[in-house]
């Protein structure tokens, strides 16, 4: 029993938890100490400086050449004194994760002397060689040339001996090739519109941020055991395993007491986040077995998700240490729950109100109304982008597989928000109305405090919880820049709409609350059809929202056809999120991960059934055939041997067929990888080459069930999801 299963079994059972050791019991103590934050800004630099850098953050004005090599000799100054030694620029690549390079501070002076160096120009811009990340065909290998450039917005900050700088990666001709450049426009379009329309109810409001806590969701297995399944360290899934005995369904894991190696690996991820800034506040245990979250109190947008890359860099990191494995994917085990990634929004003034919270008075909560109802119009109008947004191959696996929201869009309000909708547009507010006590004896209330009233529906990808929309369907592993990119875009052109036409029934010298709420009425009406407070996961919300005319496109590719629609580019070019080349290479480079990620699984789907199941499968038949023959020479008769030759029958049958269709997969493959229209060849990856998957895995999980534990290979789910 030398197999890596065994070993890995073996590892586990000796784990200790390891020591940790945290700075002080008062995280204040040790808060953001890595990070160059406002506080050491202060410290470190002059008077002119400190208020560059700072207009710069609040206005996005422009840092000039003097002020950077400040800034820049500040930061190393810092970093020094804490004893990084390198320094990276920082960015989020359209391959998911993010990407450094490190270069170190030492240059040599020319003269046989070396110096500790780091000018200006080294932090406000680098040309990283970038032609290997994805690019969608916008950078061909004669302009391979990208740069990374500082984004002052969001504080450096030192992991691991290296000063980061989080930048935004754009390609010579500035078209941008990451997450965070497409989601800064958004948010100063955002900003823009939102600020105009508050200054209807308010004067005082001159900026609105967008805020984001991001729930995260994840697997924690032992690494001994992770390291035994190749399916699992190749592509981050379970691409087989029978379903444990038991599962999640005596439903005894959520919120239960959390393993004591889990919350070592727990408070050490806290410690190490705190310490950058990132404000982890919550960790529980999920639905499924060896299942956690944790979530950090809600930053601004920007800030937010790049807390939530660093996060998740930093899971991956502090596990090693606790030899465990983060699993980040969307459905790692199927039969169970998998993860997702909540993204709570709202809209901030720098008053400090939040826009989606109804407050005390009725023009308040007519300003409360006017986000609010925005927010779902925009929704309701670009709901396909929406669903485009957290498309991706591993989420498909999870919406609409009844543990997850559908992959139709819909709103969930709670009874009271719906029900005082519903009298609006039921009630007799119209643009002939001569004053606005008319029109407030015509409204119905909000009622004040949603935050602890609101419902909760669990089924429904974009819920209103009280004071914030929470869209539940980004999946764990996305970077969240692209779902907030589109919400943040839509709503602000939605924003800029309701403006233009609130402007026009003014300017026709209607009343400024009449005309608001005539324009709400008319939106209410408009976008009735995306409100459902029904359970998500049934199969007559399928039917009905098909009666609603609402979408439901089941895979990526499909899914992002939207892209590249008329009506979407019209909105990028409008708004200037991304030009026409620019959503174009994404359609394309997301089209290309879809597919090449199936090719991945499919190759190691091949690989481990020839090369791994039938072996094992193969030994343990002759194992059972030696036993028959032995029985025989000893002259029993077949009723001593019936069982076993029955077993011997079934494992000929499963081996068949996984040995056929697996040959027949890797056929459909080569078809498939002719096809040079990256569209078309991902429709085929789904259609023709992942529809083998189920079949192959149920049999391979029956030969799981046949073959004697000793001679099984890899890991069971049992193993991985419940030894402590
Ligand atoms: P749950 O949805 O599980 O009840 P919480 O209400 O505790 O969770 O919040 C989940 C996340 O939402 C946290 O990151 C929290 O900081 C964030 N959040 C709370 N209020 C807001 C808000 N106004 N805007 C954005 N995020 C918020
Ligand atoms: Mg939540």
């Excluded at 009506?567 to 991960?593: M, P, S």
């Excluded at 067929?657 to 002719?674: E, G, L, S, Y």
Aim: hydrophobic residues 40%; neutral net charge; charged residues 25%.
């Amino acid at each position: 029993m030398s197999s890596l299963r065994f070993q890995a079994l073996n590892a586990v059972l000796t784990r200790t938890v390891p020591e940790v050791n945290l700075p002080s019991t008062k995280v204040s103590e040790f808060y953001a100490t890595n990070v160059f934050d406002k506080k050491k800004m202060k410290e470190y630099l002059s008077k002119e400086a400190f208020e560059s850098i700072n207009n710069s953050i609040v206005h996005g004005v422009r840092i000039d050449r003097e002020i950077a090599e400040q800034v820049a000799s500040a930061m190393k100054a810092w970093a020094m004194s804490k004893g990084a030694t390198h320094y990276t620029h920082w960015f989020q690549p359209l391959t998911g994760s993010t990407a450094e390079k490190h270069d170190s501070f030492f240059e040599p002076a020319g003269d046989g002397t070396a110096m500790e160096k780091f000018s200006g120009d080294a932090l406000s811009q680098q040309e990283p060689d970038a032609s290997s990340f994805p690019n969608g065909g916008i950078r061909s290998t004669f302009e391979a040339r990208g740069y990374t450039a500082w984004d002052p917005s969001s504080p450096a900050f030192i992991m691991g001996g290296t000063l980061c700088i989080p930048t935004v990666f754009v390609s010579y001709t500035g078209e941008a090739l990451d997450y965070k450049a497409p989601l800064l426009k958004a948010l100063s379009v955002m900003d823009k519109a939102a600020t105009a329309v508050a200054q209807y109810f308010d004067k005082s409001i001159e900026k609105v941020n967008a805020s984001l806590g991001i729930e995260q969701e994840y697997f924690l297995v032992d690494s001994a055991l992770f390291n035994a399944r190749p399916d699992l360290y190749l592509t981050g899934r379970a691409l087989f395993g029978h379903m444990s005995a038991k599962n999640q369904q005596l439903e005894d894991h959520y919120f239960g007491s959390i393993p004591e190696r889990v919350q070592a690996f727990m408070q050490d991820l806290e410690c190490e986040s705190i310490k950058l800034g990132i404000p982890l506040k919550t960790r529980h245990n999920e639905v499924a077995p060896a299942q956690f979250e944790c979530a950090p109190i809600y930053e601004e947008i920007n800030l937010a998700i790049d807390h939530n890359q660093l996060l998740m860099d930093l899971m991956d990191k502090v596990a090693r240490r606790h030899n465990f494995k983060v699993l980040l994917h969307e459905k790692p085990f199927a039969g169970i729950n998998g993860s997702g990634k909540h993204n709570n929004w709202s809209l901030i003034t720098n008053t400090g109100k939040n826009l989606l919270a109804p407050g005390k008075t009725p023009k308040n909560n007519l300003m409360f109304l006017t986000f609010f109802v925005n927010t779902i119009k925009a929704v309701h109008e670009y709901a396909d982008l929406l669903r485009a947004s957290i498309a991706s191959v591993s989420n498909d696996h999870r919406l609409g597989a009844n543990e997850a929201p559908p992959a139709i869009i819909s709103i969930f309000l709670g009874s009271q928000l719906n029900d005082v909708l519903d009298e609006i547009e039921t009630s007799r507010v119209t643009s002939k109305m001569k004053n606005e006590a008319a029109l407030w004896t015509n409204i119905p209330k909000v009622p004040q405090i949603l935050l602890d009233n609101t419902d909760r529906n669990r089924t429904s990808p974009f819920a209103f919880t009280g004071n914030k929309f929470e869209l539940r369907a980004v999946g764990s592993s996305a970077n969240s820049a692209n779902p907030m990119t589109v919400l943040n875009l839509i709503v602000a052109d939605q924003l800029n709409k309701f403006k233009l036409e609130v402007d026009k029934l003014l300017k026709k010298g209607e009343k400024k609350d009449v005309a608001i709420m005539t324009v709400i009425k008319r939106y209410i009406k408009e976008s009735k059809s995306i409100r459902f407070e029904g359970n998500g996961y049934s199969d007559e919300w399928a039917e009905e929202a098909e009666r609603r005319g609402l979408s439901n496109i089941k895979t990526t590719p499909k899914a992002l056809d939207v892209l590249i629609s008329e009506k979407t580019e019209k909105l990028f070019e409008e708004t200037g999120v991304y030009t026409k080349r620019e959503a174009h290479a994404r359609h394309e480079i997301l089209l290309e991960n879809y597919f090449k990620k199936l090719q991945i699984e499919a190759r190691v789907m091949g690989e481990i059934v020839n090369n791994v199941i039938i072996p094992a499968s193969v030994a343990y038949q002759t194992e059972l055939i030696t036993n028959v023959k032995g029985l025989k020479d000893l002259g029993l008769g077949e009723e001593s041997y019936a069982a076993q030759l029955e077993i011997i029958q079934k494992l000929s049958n499963h081996i068949n067929f996984i040995r056929t269709n697996v040959t027949a997969m890797i056929n459909a493959r080569k078809d498939a990888n002719k096809i040079e229209d990256a569209r078309e060849k991902a429709i085929a990856y789904d259609e023709k080459v992942k529809s083998y998957f189920d079949p192959i895995r149920y049999h391979v999980d029956k030969l799981e069930q046949l073959v004697a534990d000793d001679k099984w290979p890899l890991p069971k789910f049992r193993e991985l999801l419940f030894l402590k």
